[in-house]
């Protein structure tokens, strides 16, 4: 059948089962979004700002596993989406952008609104397109969507001129993808995986590292068998926290630089680490050389780059974590570890790290406990970046599978209300909280527009502590307390949220917040709170940039700023 | 850990932009390309890459890795040691009187070089051979002068049934968008 390209596009998206686009038109995508309307089952969004879509889409895919789809015009529109599309790639978010460009004659005459998105994009995607025929655009989106899905998932674009989408071709939406550079490895290794149950077998002091690979091949069973069938504690990575429930006897936190100093005591003590879909970020791994010194390490990961990138490995796996897990769960043999977890126990009684001071002012802490007691840990919980999102991952409780949404490896501020907003049209019958920092509320605040025109039933905590919170706290640490450009002037977020349609109240004082709470999960739409915390408090444990795991640092004291002395990478 | 060079044989879809996208991720992951040379292979569709970079065994194997990851990129080895072929094809344009016409000619036949071009005050010497050869010969050039020298990069092949090309499976879609 003969259809125009903007239609091909839309049957295209129909046929991959995508239910909501978010995006913002423009004159380069015009014909386009002038088909959109004539497909019902596509339903748009109109965000306020590109970079709001990029986050919805991965909010949305974050949220259900499914690919998340946004669409901008050519030139700024574009530009406005790379933000979202690094923070998709650098945190595996299965997302695809399409987007308007000049026609084709034009293409390299700096047109007006031309601009180079697949040059641009290029480092920030896992594959990118520039649509010249209409007869090709069927297989395009069929590639697109597999690519980003598929293996380790990804942002891929599509940049698509302005006659093609006009022009006619015969319409087949293919069966199957044909791309002979691209054959991502599922089944890990055989005889690794012998050689990894045996290390497991060997091993006095072991530990697993589970990290967002757990939740995107959905090895919640697989992880929670291991970890029982050997007795292996389970430990986290920030962007795997919640691939294994918190109340879990084995669960013992998470790592990092904010994490839980009993989490990276035990693998600075460890002689093996069993490290699944995560890839030695430096915020998780601390100073490199000085990561889990005794411990020999198994790999297990989808991505072969990923391994001896930053550490060194004993046994590489390359596989998907289910599949792995399955059949390394077939060979590893019971064990106990006893003594190992009566150890890992002892440190968490003297180490408790995450605990809230019993004080008049009110804590960001004490906000987020009360959220999670309000919500009985039955909320999403999307976050920002900054310390409102290491109290979040450190204060509620996780114990549901996939259910803290972060901005991980690009460390995204102004992630939160977007990414809230598509994980609440994704996953309409959960509770989401957005928790926000005063700061990066305001790079992505016209959200709020497009959530009150859509009734996005998105409740909003924003941690109001007047400070660019984190960067004042390194400030504070490490540039003797010259708070430079971190202070905020901010506006009153509840007169604002109320000027765009979405009702809120301010917090000032312990007593208000429980009730507060309440009230916002009674409204049936959304609904803001603005909670004035106390504005200089530090994020606690702290692994200062440049040490080792085992340096971690538990208690504000002069030992944190003696740091400062050194040279920090 | 020592840094050598090493030569890298890589089989790409051949469509627009491939080569930049081989260039960015070297850029990227901060490796300077010493030679890159581009041409077909014996498959439709298929471009056969061959780059020349420096550094430690695992830094290339990490970024033979990532190279691998690209999409349009269907094989890539590394095939630095004794049993690769290597050569490169250099021309060199050399400042020549009638005085040392003769003795240039004679130092081009003990490369087995040709000369290709005569000036009244130039010749321009083709030779072909691997790196060490032709840098030889540039050195013993460069005694009468060089006015230009152009250096096509090292294209290299596996000796014997070690292939470096696609010998499991063509793939099936070789269509260039062009």
Not at chain 1, 76 to 90: E, F, I, Q, R
Not at chain 1, 417 to 424: F, R, V
Request: a neutral charge; proline letters at 5%.
């Amino acid at each position: 059948m003969r259809m125009t390209g903007a239609e091909i596009i839309c049957e295209s998206l129909v046929k991959e089962g995508v239910e909501v686009i978010f995006g913002i038109l423009g004159g380069a995508i015009l014909p386009l979004y002038d088909t959109i309307p004539r497909y019902p089952k596509l339903r748009h969004v109109l965000v306020g700002h590109e970079q709001g879509a990029a986050h919805a889409a991965e909010g949305y895919a974050r949220a259900t596993g499914k690919v998340g789809v946004c669409m901008a015009t050519s030139g700024p529109g574009a530009t406005n989406l790379v933000t979202g599309l690094a923070d998709a790639y650098l945190d595996s978010v299965p997302v695809v952008a399409i987007t308007g460009q000049v026609t084709r004659a034009l293409i390299g005459k700096d047109a007006f609104q031309e601009i180079d998105i697949t040059g641009i994009t290029l480092p920030v995607t896992k594959h990118n397109y520039l649509a010249l025929e209409a007869s090709s655009l069927a297989m395009t989106v069929k590639e697109a969507f597999y690519l980003a899905r598929t293996g380790r998932p990804g942002p891929v674009l599509i940049d698509l001129p302005k006659d093609v989408q006009i022009n006619q071709a015969e319409f087949k939406y293919p069966e199957r993808v044909s791309l002979p550079g691209y054959k991502p490895t599922l089944q890990g290794h055989a005889a690794q995986i012998k050689k990894a149950a045996n290390l497991i077998k060997e091993s006095r002091r072991p530990v697993l590292i589970a990290g967002r690979g757990i939740i995107i091949s959905g090895a919640y069973d697989e992880l929670k068998r291991l970890a029982e069938k050997a007795q292996i504690p389970v430990i986290t990575t920030l962007l795997g926290v919640s691939c294994f429930p918190e109340s879990h006897a084995l669960s013992y936190g998470w790592l990092g630089m904010h994490g839980m100093a009993y989490a990276n005591l035990a693998v600075s003590d460890a002689d093996l680490v069993v490290a699944i879909g995560m890839r030695f970020d430096d915020r998780a791994t601390g100073r490199v050389s000085g990561f889990a010194p005794q411990a020999r390490i198994i790999h297990i990961d989808i991505d072969p780059a990923e391994i001896g990138k930053n550490v060194r490995v004993d046994i590489p796996i390359v596989g998907d974590a289910r599949v792995v897990l399955q059949a390394l769960n077939k060979l590893v043999t019971t064990s106990k570890h006893a003594d190992w977890l009566k150890q890992l126990d002892s440190w968490r009684k003297e180490h408790p790290s995450i605990t809230i001071r019993d004080c008049e002012e009110l804590l960001p802490q004490f906000v987020i406990n009360k959220i999670h007691e309000v919500t009985g840990g039955e909320a999403t919980i999307v976050t920002g970046v900054g310390q409102h999102q290491m109290w979040a991952a450190q204060h509620y409780w996780f114990d549901r599978p996939n259910s803290l949404i972060t901005s991980g490896g690009l460390g995204t501020m102004g992630f939160e209300l977007p990414a809230a907003m598509g994980a609440k049209i994704g996953c309409p019958d959960e509770t989401v909280w957005c928790i926000a920092g005063d700061g990066g509320f305001q790079m992505t605040i016209q959200e709020l527009g497009t959530i009150a025109r859509e009734q996005v039933a998105v409740k909003i905590a924003i941690m109001n502590n007047g400070y660019l919170g984190m960067v004042r706290q390194w400030q504070d640490l490490f540039y003797e307390k010259r708070y430079f450009a971190t202070p905020l002037n901010c506006p009153d977020f509840v007169k604002i949220a109320e000027a765009y349609g979405v009702p809120g109240m301010t917090v000032k004082s312990k007593q208000e917040v429980v009730p507060a709470i309440k009230k916002a999960m009674s409204e049936p739409g959304p609904f803001l709170i603005n909670f004035m915390v106390k504005p200089e408090e530090n994020v606690y444990p702290m692994i200062p940039p440049g040490a080792a795991l085992s340096e971690i640092i538990e208690e504000p004291s002069k030992e944190v700023r003696s740091w400062s002395a050194r040279n920090i990478p | 850990m020592v840094s050598t060079k090493h030569t890298l044989v890589s089989m790409v879809a051949d469509r627009p932009g491939v080569l930049n996208r081989m260039a960015s991720l070297f850029r990227r992951r901060g490796f300077n390309i010493e030679s890159i040379a581009v041409g077909h292979s014996e498959l439709p569709g298929i471009s056969r890459m061959t780059i020349v970079v420096a550094g430690t065994a695992a830094m290339v194997e990490q970024v033979r890795k990532q190279v691998e990851k690209l999409v349009d990129v269907i094989k890539v080895s590394d095939v630095t040691g004794e049993g690769t072929i290597t050569r490169e094809l250099a021309l060199i344009k050399v400042r020549a009187t009638s005085a040392n016409r003769s003795e240039i000619m004679q130092t081009v036949d003990i490369f087995r070089a040709n000369i290709v071009d005569v000036s009244a005050d130039s010749v321009t010497v083709e030779v072909t051979g691997d790196e060490q050869k032709i840098t030889s010969l540039y050195r013993l050039l460069r005694g009468f002068g060089i006015k230009e020298i152009a250096r096509t990069g090292v294209i290299a092949m596996t000796r014997g049934n070690v292939s470096s090309s696609l010998t499991e499976e063509k793939p099936a879609r070789a269509k260039s968008d062009k």
